[in-house]
Structures are given as structure tokens and as C-alpha cells.
């Protein structure tokens, strides 16, 4: 049986790299992709701790996620077409009309 | 008729309404006719009150008439009510019969002025105001009279605004009788909070048992009053304005400042004597700043060239009899004054509006003489005037001034030192009352040419008032003559009931010590009557027969001419003492107070602000990637606190 500590740090080093990935890329699709990574190192959290404590409330929980996730991506890529229509561009540091 | 005591008051407002709603949109003929119709409708209503009143029994002339409950809040309660008692009545029929006259007079006189309309609602609405002054039956509703007669003396010295000196003295007028009326309002708080009530019935009632006769607080509340007196009255200190208020229209000078208005201090002294009675400090206050005004105001009378001027320092000097009358608890000596002051004052001004207005609006007597032929009616009808405030026997100045100057010198408040300082002030007014006279009327004519193709006498509307005003001035006198000449003083007798105890008082004081008195009081009335005459004689002489020797003395007393011309220096006094400190002052608040600490505090809180954003809004770089940076370790740093804080 593989132990709970193995999932755990595997879900932690996911997360890491979705982290990082999120704060180095200037592609906006590609900080998209990380973000996906760091929801589905907590949807392995929930898992994992589901299996191990033998509650079948993780597993409901992470269905939920995984469907609003589908729409949030839907939503998500939609808004990165119609931004690279505007402006031609994709890259997150072109974005700064916000700034002082 | 009581019930309709309400309409004395009333009518005026009426007519005030019409003209002031209407301004620019009646003809003059309308104007002139409500504006003089409503005075004397309510001059008819008074005449009839009067004979109601009289036709009552001695102790029982009191006509009262409550219109509606004005405030009533916890123990203040206050009426709109009018009292009619000998005393408001006497003060009605002059207000509204002097009043009427100068309506009329007014109508001649502004003919030509382009603001007719505005001038007789100003006019009506004076005459309002100062009828509820006198017919108010509590110290509020006087209070709000005497604040309205203020209000219209302010508009009509400045009637003629475009001329800056006009409106100086108009808010002049205004501000020092302010100073007054502040005195008058603390009065009336002190009498308030110890006696519970502001009618003159319950305060005269309850005085005597709320108040330590001759105490501290009777006596400052009758001072606080006498400031409010002073103000309004013109007496020193406060007497600055009248001069200045020559700058209105002629009739309003002879209604507002020499017949009615002025003599509102007089008449609340008198309405209030009950409570100086009782102050024997304040009363030797009000005689003496009364004597000392007399005196003082005559003096300047001597120097002035301005035909008005004269006459203003001529009324400022006979208010001072009047209240050197009720200083010495004569009252109703002062009122009787007040009475015959009011004919032959608005006499004398009417007299000068008409010269003034013969003159082309040259007010200069170097400018003029020789008028006599041209003006036949106003010559005559002045000089009548003149006799009578000189005190020739017979005209009726020479019957108040006396009564005034005997009981200065043998009422129990009086002193030898008053009587002689009115005394004195008697020849000082014949002589240059003479002067005015011989100046004006007499001599070479020293206008220029001009002028002199328009001299004409006035129309019939302005000089009729004049002659009624002249039969008035010599018969006045005629209701109260001395005891001594073995006729009853009518004025006196009908005073009586509402004057406290002064008669009495008085009475017995004479009875005591009859013979004595009497030889001493035909002593001293052939001493003011001699000096008088010999006052005239050096007028004649120093204006008429040998004007070089006038020429003469005035370079010998140059010192003293300059001054009294310059009017002692009083305004520049003021100038310096209260005016130009206040001035200083408020520049402090301006400058230093107001603009750099109050504005400089706000202003610097707001820059502070400003700087803090202005160093932190670089923070918003605008770019994403270092938002979610910053966000990242701030999450680490939360959940850090947490797992490690927790242990």
C-alpha cells in the first residue's frame, strides 16, 4: 500500500510547479495550464485523504471541482481568444493599463 | 372705539404694503395718496382713542387690546397686545399728526426724485414701526418696534445710496444703535430673569417686591436700559450717528431725526420710570449724561455751517434736556418737552428742507442770506420755530425748557450744578439758532448767480404742513403751564396716573417750602429768559450789525473754532480708539487666524494624504505576474504564521 505521505508530496511538488509556472510565463495560456496543475494537485490532496480515511465526502467533492473547472477553463479560454482578437498579442506583460 | 386700537398700528403697515409691493407701478398721485391717506386715517383713529381715553376717570385710562398669544413657551409668555394710557396716547397723536405733516410736506418736497415710491414705503413702514414701539404693552414687542424704527432710519439715510457718504452714514446709524440695543436686550434679560415677565403692568406691579429699591441689580438693569437710550436717542457716547444722518431726504431728518425716533429712549425711560425710581443711581447717571449732552452738543452747534448740522446738534442738545428731565425724575416734564421738541424740531427742519430746496440742494449758510423776501412763509414760520426753542415766553419751547430747568434745579434728584449746565445751554441754543437765522434769512445775498434765478417759495403742499407745524409750536405749550402763573398744568395732571411717584412727591416738596419756591422759580426764569435775550442781542450783533467784529473774534478764538468745527475730534476719536483696533484685529483673523492656521491646517492635512498615496501608488506596476508574486508570499507568509505560530 502505498502510504499517504507519497500522494501528499507528490501534490505538493505538482503544486510547486504549477506556482512557479504561473509567476515565470509571460504566455497567458500557458499561466492557464499551471493553474490547472495547481487545482489538480488539490483535488489529489482531497483523494488521497479520502482513500485513507475511507470518506467518500473527497471524492464527491472533487467531482464538483473537476465539473466548475470544465466551465472555468471554457470561460478562461474564451477570454484569452477575444483578448489576443484586441490586441494581437498574448503576452501578460503587454496587459498594464491598470498601472499608476 | 377701544377695539379698534389695533388699526392705529395697523393702517400704515397697510400702506406700506401697497407701496412697497407695488414699487414703479402706481403713479405719484396714488402713491402720495395712500401713503398720507393711511397716516391719517390712522391719525383720525388716534384723535378719537384720545377722547375715549380722556373720557374715562383719571385712575382708570388704560385701553388694552390683545391681538394674539405671540410666544409661549414655559414661563415666557408674550402677547401681541396694545396698551393705550395717557402716555402712549400723547405719543401716538404726535407720531401720527407730526408724522401726517411730514407726509404731505414730503409729497412737495420729493416731487422731482425718481425713487418716489420706495420713499413712502419706507416712510409708512417707519410710522408703523415706531406706533408699535409706543403702543407696545410688553418690553418685546417695543423691542421689535424699536429695532423696525432703526431699520427704516438705516434705509432712509441711505436712501439716496448712490452717494457714498449717504450710505457711510446710514450703516453708521445702523451699527452704533446696534451698540444700544445690545444694552437694551441685557436689560430686558435682567428685568426677565428676576421678575418672570415682560409686561410693563406686571413689571411695574411686581418691581417694588422682586427688586432692593436702589440694589446692585435694579440699577445695572436701568443703566443696561439707558445704553439702549443712548443709542437710539443720540446721547453721549453714542451720538455720532445723528449728525451724520443729515444725509437722508430733509422730511425724513424732521420725522425719523428730530420729531419721533429719537425720542423713543425718552419715551421707554418714561414708560419704565416705576423701575428708575427705585435706581436713584441710574437716574443721576441718565441726568448727567443728559446735562453733558445738552451742553456738549450746543457747543458744537456754534461752529457748524451746515444749515442741517446746526439742527442736528440743536436736537442731539434738546434730547439731552429731556433727559436731563427724567434724570431728575421729572418725567412727565421730559415728555411734555418731547411734545413741543417734536413740533418746532420738525418745524425747523421742514423750514431748512425748503430753503435747501429754494437753494438748488445747497445746504451752506456761507452760500446764502437775504432770503427773507424770496421765501416770505418759510422765513416766518422758521422764526416762530426758532422763538420757541430759544424759550421766548409765550411760544411753547418756553414753558417745557423751563419746567425742565426748574426741576433740574428743585426736584429731590436735581442739583444746582444740572441746573446750570442747562442753564447755559439755553443761551448757547438761542445764539446759534440766531445765527442760523441771520445767516439764512438776513444780510447780502452771497449765492451765485445761478442759484439765485431758481430761489423760489415752496409749493402749498410743503408749506402748509410748515404752517400748521408754526400754530402748533406757539399754542403747544399752552397745556402745560407752570403752577406759578395760577394755571393748572393740563400735561402734567394728565400724565399723572401713569407716572409713579415723582408728583407727589413733588407736591409736597413744593407745598413744604411754597413761598420760598415760588420767588426762586420766577427768579430763575427771568435769569434764562434774560440770558436768552442776551444771547439773541450778540447773534444780532455779531451776524447782523457788525459782522466785521464776528470776522474778528473768530480769528482771536481760532483754536477753539477749529475744534468745535471739527466737533471736538469725537469721530476721529472713535477713529482711533474703536474703529482702527477692530480694523487691526480683524486683519489678525483674516491674515493669521483664518488664512494660515484654520486654511493651513485643512490644506496641510490634505497634501499630507497626498504625499503618502503619491510614494505608494508605485506599487501598482500594472503587472500581473508581480501581483501574483506578491500574493504568493503573502500566502506563505499567513500559512507560515499559522503552522509555526500555532506550536
Known amino acids: 500500500m502505498v502510504p499517504i505521505s507519497a500522494y501528499l508530496i507528490l501534490a505538493a511538488v505538482l503544486f510547486g510547479i504549477g506556482t512557479v509556472g504561473v509567476l515565470i510565463s509571460r504566455n497567458v495560456i500557458v499561466m492557464f495550464m499551471s493553474i490547472e496543475l495547481m487545482l489538480n494537485a488539490a483535488n489529489m490532496v482531497l483523494i488521497a485523504f479520502s482513500r485513507a480515511l475511507s470518506i467518500a465526502d473527497g471524492h464527491v467533492i472533487v467531482f464538483l471541482v473537476l465539473t466548475v473547472a470544465a466551465a472555468e477553463a471554457a470561460v478562461g479560454l474564451g477570454l484569452i481568444i477575444m483578448i489576443y482578437r484586441n490586441r494581437a498579442t498574448i503576452n501578460i506583460d503587454r496587459f498594464s493599463l491598470l498601472k499608476w | 372705539m377701544a377695539e379698534y386700537l389695533f388699526l392705529v398700528p395697523l393702517l400704515p403697515l397697510i400702506g406700506f404694503l401697497i407701496n412697497g409691493l407695488l414699487i414703479g407701478r402706481l403713479p405719484r398721485s396714488v402713491v402720495s395718496a395712500v401713503a398720507c391717506g393711511s397716516v391719517g386715517l390712522s391719525l383720525i383713529v388716534a384723535i378719537m382713542l384720545f377722547f375715549d381715553l380722556k373720557a374715562l376717570p383719571a385712575d382708570a385710562r388704560l385701553i388694552e387690546q390683545t391681538l394674539f398669544t405671540w410666544i409661549s413657551a414655559d414661563i415666557l409668555h408674550v402677547n401681541l397686545a396694545f396698551m393705550l394710557d395717557p402716555l402712549s396716547a400723547i405719543m401716538i397723536l404726535v407720531v401720527t399728526g407730526v408724522g401726517f405733516l411730514i407726509h404731505v410736506y414730503s409729497v412737495g418736497y420729493m416731487a422731482h426724485d425718481k425713487c418716489f415710491g420706495r420713499y413712502f414705503a419706507y416712510l409708512n413702514l417707519f410710522t408703523f414701526s415706531m406706533l408699535v414701539l409706543v403702543l407696545a404693552d410688553n418690553f418685546l414687542l417695543m423691542f421689535v418696534g424699536w429695532e423696525g424704527v432703526g431699520l427704516c432710519s438705516y434705509l432712509l439715510i441711505g436712501f439716496w445710496y448712490e452717494k457714498q457718504s449717504a450710505s457711510d452714514a446710514g450703516k453708521k446709524a445702523f451699527i452704533v444703535n446696534r451698540i444700544g440695543d445690545f444694552g437694551f436686550l441685557i436689560g430686558m434679560f435682567i428685568i426677565f430673569w428676576h421678575v418672570g415677565s415682560l409686561d410693563f403692568a406686571t413689571v411695574s406691579q411686581n418691581a417694588p417686591m422682586v427688586f432692593a429699591a436702589g440694589g446692585t441689580v435694579i440699577t445695572v438693569a436701568c443703566l443696561c436700559l439707558f445704553v439702549g437710550a443712548t443709542g437710539k436717542s443720540a446721547q453721549?457716547?453714542?451720538?455720532?450717528?445723528?449728525?451724520?444722518?443729515?444725509?437722508?431726504?430733509?422730511?425724513?431728518?424732521?420725522?425719523?431725526?428730530?420729531?419721533?425716533?429719537?425720542?423713543?429712549?425718552?419715551?421707554?425711560?418714561?414708560?419704565?420710570?416705576?423701575?428708575?425710581?427705585?435706581?436713584?443711581?441710574?437716574?443721576?447717571?441718565?441726568?448727567?449724561?443728559?446735562?453733558?449732552?445738552?451742553?456738549?452738543?450746543?457747543?458744537?452747534?456754534?461752529?457748524?455751517?451746515?444749515?442741517?448740522?446746526?439742527?442736528?446738534?440743536?436736537?442731539?442738545?434738546?434730547?439731552?434736556?429731556?433727559?436731563?428731565?427724567?434724570?431728575?425724575?421729572?418725567?412727565?416734564?421730559?415728555?411734555?418737552?418731547?411734545?413741543?421738541?417734536?413740533?418746532?424740531?420738525?418745524?425747523?427742519?421742514?423750514?431748512?428742507?425748503?430753503?435747501?430746496?429754494?437753494?438748488?440742494?445747497?445746504?451752506?449758510?456761507?452760500?446764502?442770506?437775504?432770503?427773507?423776501?424770496?421765501?416770505?412763509?418759510?422765513?416766518?414760520?422758521?422764526?416762530?420755530?426758532?422763538?420757541?426753542?430759544?424759550?421766548?415766553?409765550?411760544?411753547?419751547?418756553?414753558?417745557?425748557?423751563?419746567?425742565?430747568?426748574?426741576?433740574?434745579?428743585?426736584?429731590?434728584?436735581?442739583?444746582?450744578?444740572?441746573?446750570?449746565?442747562?442753564?447755559?445751554?439755553?443761551?448757547?441754543?438761542?445764539?446759534?439758532?440766531?445765527?442760523?437765522?441771520?445767516?439764512?434769512?438776513?444780510?447780502?445775498?452771497?449765492?451765485?448767480?445761478?442759484?439765485?434765478?431758481?430761489?423760489?417759495?415752496?409749493?402749498?403742499?410743503?408749506?402748509?404742513?410748515?404752517?400748521?407745524?408754526?400754530?402748533?409750536?406757539?399754542?403747544?405749550?399752552?397745556?402745560?403751564?407752570?403752577?406759578?402763573?395760577?394755571?393748572?398744568?393740563?400735561?402734567?395732571?394728565?400724565?399723572?396716573?401713569?407716572?409713579?411717584?415723582?408728583?407727589?412727591?413733588?407736591?409736597?416738596?413744593?407745598?413744604?417750602?411754597?413761598?420760598?419756591?415760588?420767588?426762586?422759580?420766577?427768579?430763575?426764569?427771568?435769569?434764562?429768559?434774560?440770558?436768552?435775550?442776551?444771547?439773541?442781542?450778540?447773534?444780532?450783533?455779531?451776524?447782523?450789525?457788525?459782522?466785521?467784529?464776528?470776522?474778528?473774534?473768530?480769528?482771536?478764538?481760532?483754536?477753539?473754532?477749529?475744534?468745535?468745527?471739527?466737533?471736538?475730534?469725537?469721530?476721529?476719536?472713535?477713529?482711533?480708539?474703536?474703529?482702527?483696533?477692530?480694523?487691526v484685529f480683524s486683519l489678525f483673523l483674516w491674515k493669521i487666524v483664518d488664512v494660515i492656521i484654520i486654511d493651513g491646517f485643512l490644506n496641510g492635512l490634505a497634501s499630507l494624504w497626498h504625499d503618502i498615496s503619491n510614494a505608494l501608488r508605485h506599487a501598482q506596476s500594472g503587472r500581473v505576474r508581480s501581483y501574483a508574486t506578491m500574493f504568493v508570499f503573502g500566502v506563505i507568509l499567513v500559512v507560515a504564521y499559522f503552522v509555526l505560530g500555532s506550536n
Open chain 2, 236 to 583: 453721549i457716547p453714542l451720538y455720532v450717528w445723528l449728525p451724520d444722518a443729515m444725509e437722508g431726504p430733509t422730511p425724513v431728518s424732521a420725522l425719523i431725526h428730530a420729531a419721533t425716533m429719537v425720542t423713543a429712549g425718552v419715551y421707554m425711560i418714561a414708560r419704565t420710570n416705576v423701575l428708575y425710581m427705585m435706581a436713584p443711581d441710574a437716574l443721576m447717571v441718565v441726568a448727567i449724561v443728559g446735562a453733558a449732552t445738552a451742553l456738549f452738543a450746543a457747543t458744537i452747534g456754534l461752529a457748524q455751517n451746515d444749515i442741517k448740522r446746526v439742527l442736528a446738534y440743536s436736537t442731539v442738545s434738546q434730547l439731552g434736556y429731556m433727559f436731563l428731565a427724567c434724570g431728575v425724575a421729572a418725567f412727565s416734564a421730559g415728555i411734555f418737552h418731547l411734545m413741543t421738541h417734536a413740533f418746532f424740531k420738525a418745524l425747523l427742519f421742514l423750514g431748512a428742507g425748503s430753503v435747501i430746496h429754494a437753494m438748488s440742494d445747497k445746504q451752506d449758510m456761507r452760500e446764502m442770506g437775504g432770503l427773507k423776501k424770496h421765501l416770505p412763509i418759510t422765513f416766518m414760520t422758521m422764526l416762530i420755530a426758532t422763538l420757541a426753542i430759544s424759550g421766548i415766553p409765550g411760544f411753547s419751547g418756553f414753558f417745557s425748557k423751563d419746567e425742565i430747568l426748574w426741576k433740574s434745579f428743585s426736584s429731590s434728584h436735581g442739583h444746582v450744578a444740572l441746573w446750570v449746565l442747562g442753564f447755559i445751554t439755553a443761551g448757547l441754543t438761542a445764539f446759534y439758532m440766531f445765527r442760523l437765522i441771520y445767516l439764512t434769512f438776513y444780510g447780502e445775498e452771497r449765492m451765485d448767480a445761478e442759484t439765485k434765478k431758481h430761489i423760489h417759495e415752496s409749493p402749498r403742499t410743503m408749506t402748509v404742513p410748515l404752517m400748521i407745524l408754526a400754530v402748533l409750536s406757539v399754542i403747544g405749550g399752552l397745556v402745560g403751564m407752570p403752577h406759578i402763573f395760577g394755571a393748572t398744568n393740563y400735561f402734567e395732571e394728565w400724565l399723572h396716573p401713569v407716572m409713579a411717584g415723582p408728583p407727589q412727591e413733588a407736591a409736597t416738596h413744593a407745598l413744604a417750602s411754597a413761598g420760598a419756591n415760588t420767588s426762586m422759580e420766577w427768579i430763575l426764569m427771568f435769569a434764562s429768559v434774560a440770558l436768552v435775550l442776551m444771547a439773541i442781542y450778540l447773534a444780532w450783533y455779531l451776524y447782523r450789525k457788525n459782522t466785521a467784529a464776528a470776522g474778528s473774534l473768530a480769528d482771536k478764538l481760532s483754536g477753539a473754532r477749529t475744534t468745535l468745527a471739527n466737533k471736538y475730534y469725537v469721530d476721529e476719536f472713535y477713529g482711533a480708539v474703536v474703529i482702527r483696533p477692530l480694523i
